[in-house]
């Protein structure tokens, strides 16, 4: 029983110095934020986090408006509510699907590249070559990194929400019979510009959260390839809870 005590004892004092540690992290990089911006940096880290992510942000909000269609079309057309259907998947990817899962896919692929990446300077020692030349690692490479992926989700956002407007509109007029003009007229009927400005700005902190903790992770990889290959594991699952958390708390305040 004392064992089994301890150790849950120990879990969660491991657990609590990790947060405090990625809490202290934060606050030091929002320090270094308005210190002499690198704003090359930051378009590199555009360039590379959000251009070569809009090919599977494209392929999965578009899929994904063409399964929402087909699953509420046919019910709601039967109920007679056809003049709904563009509404009901506006509003159902701009406020959550789009958000949700955009940050989901650049969880998966800018969170752990931005891990990989950092842990591999560190198992290189490259980290501690700046630190020997008076350059502040976090400055360097974790402010770019965030400042970008705050900028470039929340575009991601807009792109794939119009993706999966789009996807859903070509199920709707070419399989379930319905009229462009009524679906696009539900949409001007029923949605607001709030209901996509809103998931707009849960991209801001779905992206300051993905970059934070993959830097977070990263900076502190165990040595080793397999120390980087459980980084960017952790990266990936901590980043999606911590998604799904904030769209839970912002949704309730914004909506």
């Known amino acids: 029983m004392?064992?089994?005590?301890?150790g849950i004892g120990a879990f969660v004092l491991e657990k609590l110095t990790g947060l405090g540690t990625i809490v202290l992290l934060y606050a030091q990089t929002m320090r270094e934020v308005g210190r002499r911006p690198r704003f090359r940096s930051i378009l590199a880290q555009m360039a590379h986090l959000g251009v070569d992510?809009?090919?599977i942000v494209s392929l999965t909000l578009l899929f994904t408006g063409?399964?929402?269609?087909?699953?509420t079309a046919d019910v709601l057309i039967r109920f007679g509510a056809q003049g709904t259907v563009g509404g009901v998947i506006a509003i159902a990817i701009g406020r959550?699907?789009?958000p949700v899962l955009v940050g989901v896919v650049c969880a998966g692929r800018v969170g752990s590249a931005i891990t990989a990446e950092i842990a591999t300077m560190k198992v290189t020692e490259q980290i501690d070559a700046l630190r020997v030349m008076a350059v502040s690692p976090?400055?360097?490479?974790?402010?770019?990194?965030?400042?970008?992926?705050?900028?470039?989700?929340p575009l991601l956002t807009v792109f794939g929400d119009i993706v999966g407007v789009f996807g859903g509109w070509v199920i709707a007029v070419f399989y379930s019979g319905i009229t462009s003009y009524s679906f696009l007229d539900s949409i001007h009927r029923f949605v607001e510009l709030f209901d996509f400005t809103g998931g707009v700005f849960k991209g801001i902190f779905f992206g300051n959260v993905i970059a934070v903790l993959g830097c977070y992770y990263g900076l502190h990889c165990?040595?080793?390839a397999e120390g980087v290959g459980r980084a960017t594991t952790k990266t990936v699952v901590a980043s999606i809870v911590m998604?799904?958390?904030l769209n839970a708390i912002l949704t309730f305040f914004l909506y």
């Open 2 to 6: 004392v064992r089994l005590l301890e």
């Open 53 to 55: 992510s809009l090919s």
């Open 66 to 71: 063409v399964v929402m269609t087909l699953q």
């Open 96 to 98: 959550e699907l789009g």
């Open 138 to 153: 976090v400055n360097y490479l974790i402010v770019p990194r965030m400042l970008a992926c705050m900028i470039v989700v």
């Open 222 to 224: 165990p040595d080793g």
């Open 243 to 245: 998604i799904f958390v």
